[in-house]
């Protein structure tokens, strides 16, 4: 965070010294360069890290907010300390993803421009240290992250068997001895002594209960939002030096002055380009999509009408399943037939990877073809617990489950990797966008089962098989291990299939001139 106020101080002092002359540059812009850029991500990343970011400050807020209940002066629940934490969380986390947002592809004037590579790339030193050690922060908070909500989860499975043993003697005792046990103050129930006030105080009113229902959806907001903002930062930790030169930048000073009417029409193309979405080729697959992903929400609806019941606790398992099931079929049937219409399209493998590329490739290695590691620890371990159970309707549906969605993810990660490099090779190409109506369809079926993971996957009654075979405390280390890194793999597809909607059926500036009129 000190790193973080240096650049925003300077860039305050420095833009209040220059104030001068910003009205006689305000029309002088910078140009993007894509080259030396590359590494901050696209815009479609800042999105979904403007998102995550959010439901992490909420849940910082919420916790806050829990800290106020506590009424009990020199308690170690009441310290300060607990209250100092969220607050300082969420500060760090607001003016970190301001920062990330802020250095992504737009046009820049000139002198913010200047500011920045003056911030940056003058003290290089000090460059490299703030952006290593917020990318390590970054790390630290995504463990400790994963850590606090598994720990969490288990106390809450203990907390409900004390709480069944305590009832069950409640129901023997005498009055005198409901009495005596029933002193404590409804708002705060301490479990044992540990190390992390998370886990060792429990609070039964209106905030806590808050708390503890929405940190199932909203630690996962935290894992990802650490997880993508340190893979920015470290990329651009790698960048720093890596300037325009100076014959770059002069012709961009003086663009404005000896080429103002080009430039009104490269502004005018560029407002035409944000302001409008081409949907040629793609309104079919569009359509299919939402129509899936409608079905998909009725699923989960229905999902969690039927699970709270324990009598149809069954019937949710096999609905789950056979919903996920029949998108990991139409996914893979998707990629696969895009991947054909798409064969002739021109494939450049000569640039640097893009953070996308990086990102959705993250702790897999290239022989595991492009594997998600969330997916394959869940997928593997799921699999292994339903060998023992291949006598029960569960058993066998988890099996298949997991191994559709294995074949589907490293089918769609091979396919995604390929297509982020994909562009036009013909005039046709761009007319009849071969493959556009299934890479959308993919894209929105990528968001429906990124909705499943966050909303299903995660639930106990979800996993009787790998509950009963593991026991309740290792599958939570499991899951709370690998289902936010599938969370991730599928937001992080989507992020990637929208460049290639956006950009694969465009012809690249460098084939401009080569681009052939059709096929030979």
């Known amino acids: ?180 046990t029933t002193v404590r103050s409804p708002a705060l129930t301490t479990f044992h002594d540990g190390s992390l006030p998370e886990l060792d105080c429990h609070f039964d009113a209106m905030m806590g209960k808050i708390v503890e229902k929405s940190s199932v959806y909203l630690y996962p907001c935290t894992i990802e939002y650490s997880l993508v903002c340190a893979c920015v930062l470290y990329v651009m930790w790698t960048n720093v030096g890596d300037v325009v030169s100076g014959k770059r930048l002069q012709s961009i000073e003086t663009a404005s002055d000896d080429g103002l009417s080009r430039d009104s029409t490269e502004d005018e193309e560029e407002k035409t380009n944000i302001m409008s979405v081409d949907c040629a080729g793609s309104s079919r697959g569009l359509f299919l999509g939402i129509f899936l992903f409608v079905i998909c929400v009725i699923c989960l609806i229905c999902y969690y009408v039927l699970a709270s019941s324990e009598e149809h606790r069954t019937a949710a398992i096999v609905l789950s399943h056979i919903s996920e099931d029949i998108i990991y079929v139409l996914a893979l049937a998707a990629t696969s037939v895009a991947a054909f219409h798409m064969r002739q399209m021109h494939f450049s493998f000569a640039r640097e990877a893009r953070i996308e590329e990086i990102l959705i490739t993250y702790f897999v290695d290239l022989r595991d073809f492009f594997y998600s590691a969330g997916l394959l620890i869940y997928g593997m371990f799921s699999i292994v617990a339903s060998l023992f159970y291949l006598d029960t309707l569960e058993g066998g549906l988890t099996i298949l489950t997991n191994l559709l969605m294995m074949i589907q993810s490293s089918t769609q990660a091979t396919f995604t990797l390929a297509a982020l490099r994909a562009s036009a090779s013909h005039r046709s190409q761009i007319e009849d966008k071969p493959g ?70 465009k012809h690249k500036h460098a084939q401009h001139h080569n681009l052939h009129k059709g096929p030979h």
């Open 1 to 180: 965070m000190i790193f973080l106020v240096y650049v925003y101080t300077y860039f305050i002092k420095s833009n209040s010294i220059a104030s001068s002359y910003s009205n006689r540059s305000r029309r002088r812009k910078i140009g993007y360069n894509s080259e030396a850029s590359n590494h901050t991500g696209s815009f479609y990343l800042r999105v979904g890290v403007i998102g995550f970011g959010i439901g992490s400050m909420l849940h910082s807020g919420l916790i806050f907010g829990h800290y106020f209940e506590i009424n009990h002066i020199g308690h170690p629940c009441s310290d300060i300390l607990q209250a100092i934490k969220p607050v300082a969380h969420l500060c760090f986390t607001f003016i970190q993803m301001y920062f990330v947002f802020m250095n992504s592809k737009v046009r820049y004037d000139l002198q913010i421009y200047r500011l920045f590579q003056m911030c940056v790339h003058k003290y290089k030193t000090l460059a490299r240290f703030g952006l290593i050690h917020m990318s390590g922060t970054n790390i630290c908070v995504w463990l400790r992250s994963i850590v606090v909500e598994t720990l969490h989860v288990i106390e809450m499975e203990e907390r409900k068997k004390r709480e069944m043993t305590v009832m069950s003697q409640v129901m023997n005792s005498t009055a005198l001895t409901l009495q005596n």
């Open 436 to 505: 556009k109506q299934y890479v959308t369809f993919l894209l929105i079926a990528n968001f429906a089962l990124w909705a499943i993971n966050t909303f299903e996957t995660q639930r106990m009654e979800h996993n009787v098989v790998q509950v009963q075979f593991y026991g309740s405390t290792a599958w939570a280390i499991f899951s709370h291990i690998s289902v936010p890194l599938g969370i991730y793999f599928r937001f992080h597809s989507t992020v990637s299939l929208s460049n290639v909607w956006k950009k694969a059926w």
